[in-house]
């Protein structure tokens, strides 16, 4: 049996989960949550990286417009691959309505 721990709130932990893993399995967190959890892991691992390398502000805000010009162009290229692939989905759509009219006609 795992050892149990009960925080401030009264949720019960065991040591070998997380809170998000208990919150996982209940019910998803909404989209609002997860955006402010990944904003605060990256602003962590931005502190560290700072701190660890000795970073000036001024020097780190080019290393930030460089990643956030990377991620436009990965978003960019997920948009164009979304957009193909529903494009496809209704072109396959319309070619098995189009069958099944001709074959409705046929009978």
Do not use: W
């Not at 070998?16 to 019910?27: C, L």
């Not at 000795?54 to 460089?66: K, L, Q, R, S």
């Amino acid at each position: 049996m795992p050892m149990e721990n009960e925080n401030n709130d009264g949720n019960t932990l065991d040591f070998k989960g997380t809170m998000k893993e208990i919150f996982e399995e209940e019910k998803p967190r909404p989209l609002t949550l997860e955006l402010e959890t990944a904003k605060a892991m990256v602003l962590t691992a931005v502190n560290k990286a700072k701190q660890e390398c000795g970073i000036p502000n001024f020097i780190m805000e080019g290393v930030i417009a460089e990643i956030h010009s990377q991620i436009t162009s990965q978003a960019k290229v997920e948009m164009m691959n979304d957009f193909n692939l529903y494009i496809e989905e209704i072109k396959q759509e319309q070619k098995k309505k189009s069958e099944e009219d001709e074959k409705e006609g046929e009978e």
